[in-house]
T-cell receptor, first 112, second 113 residues
Framework: KNQVEQSPQSLIILEGKNCTLQ??????????LRWYKQDTGRGPVSLTI?????NTKSNGRYTATLDADTKQSSLHITASQLSDSASYIC???????????FGKGNQVVVIP | GAGVSQSPSNKVTEKGKDVELRCDPI?????LYWYRQSLGQGLEFLIY????????KSGLPSDRFSAERTGGSVSTLTIQRTQQEDSAVYLC???????????FGPGTRLTVL
C-alpha cells in the first residue's frame, strides 16, 4: 500500500475558483511534508515544506495545512489561474531517512 | 548552470537496445537521485549517490539498470536490453546533501517500441 495517498485523482475547476487537494500519509516517524507542482513535461518544483510543528504555510495563492496527529495535509489554491493547471504531488520524508515517499499526484485542470 | 539539466529530453528506442540518460546536477550539490515516473503513477525511487559513499541501489528494478556518477558531478543512468515496460519519464534530482530539498531536472521521456 502506498504510504502517501492523494485525492481527488483529478479535478477540473473554473478560472478564479478555489480548490483544495488532500494528502493522507502513513510515513513514520515523520520529518517533513512538501507539496510539489509539476507542469506537463517539466520536473516537480517545491511549493511548500512543513515540519511537525507547523500547521499552515502559504506561498502566494497556495496555502498548505498539516495535521500531524491525523497525518493529513491539504493544499488550497485560491483564485485559480490557467497556469495552475498541473499535477500537485505530496511528498513525505521520514525522520532520519533520506528516502521520500511520493503520492501519485492531484491532476488539476483550470478552464477559462 | 542554474538548475538540474538532463539529456536527452526525449529518447525513442527499439526493444533490446541499450540507452544512456544523462544528468547534470546543480553545482555543489553532493546528493544526486534518479527516479522513474510512469504514466498515472507516483515517482519511483531508483538510486541515489551521496558524496563518495557507496550508492543506494535498492530501488533499481532489475540488473538491466545501472548508474554511475563520475567525479561527484555528472551521472548517467544506463538501461540495457530495454523492454517496453521501461517506457517512462526518468527524473534526476540533486540536493545540497541528504535531507535537504531536492531540485528536479525536466526529465527524459523514454519510449521503447
Amino acid at each position: 500500500k502506498n504510504q502517501v495517498e492523494q485525492s481527488p485523482q483529478s479535478l477540473i475547476i473554473l478560472e478564479g475558483k478555489n480548490c483544495t487537494l488532500q494528502c493522507n500519509y502513513t510515513v513514520s516517524p515523520f520529518s517533513n511534508l512538501r507539496w510539489y507542482k509539476q507542469d506537463t513535461g517539466r520536473g516537480p518544483v517545491s511549493l511548500t515544506i512543513m515540519t511537525f510543528s507547523e500547521n499552515t504555510k502559504s506561498n502566494g495563492r497556495y496555502t498548505a495545512t498539516l495535521d500531524a496527529d491525523t497525518k493529513q495535509s491539504s493544499l488550497h489554491i485560491t483564485a485559480s489561474q490557467l497556469s495552475d493547471s498541473a499535477s500537485y504531488i505530496c511528498v513525505v520524508s521520514a525522520d532520519g531517512n533520506n528516502r521520500l515517499a511520493f503520492g501519485k499526484g492531484n491532476q488539476v485542470v483550470v478552464i477559462p | 548552470g542554474a538548475g538540474v539539466s538532463q539529456s536527452p529530453s526525449n529518447k525513442v528506442t527499439e526493444k533490446g537496445k541499450d540507452v544512456e540518460l544523462r544528468c547534470d546536477p546543480i553545482s555543489g550539490h553532493t546528493a544526486l537521485y534518479w527516479y522513474r515516473q510512469s504514466l498515472g503513477q507516483g515517482l519511483e525511487f531508483l538510486i541515489y549517490f551521496q558524496g563518495n559513499s557507496a550508492p543506494d541501489k535498492s530501488g533499481l528494478p532489475s540488473d538491466r539498470f545501472s548508474a554511475e556518477r563520475t567525479g561527484g558531478s555528472v551521472s548517467t543512468l544506463t538501461i540495457q536490453r530495454t523492454q517496453q515496460e521501461d517506457s517512462a519519464v526518468y527524473l534526476c534530482a540533486s540536493s545540497l546533501n541528504l535531507l535537504n530539498e531536492q531540485f528536479f531536472g525536466p526529465g527524459t521521456r523514454l519510449t521503447v517500441l
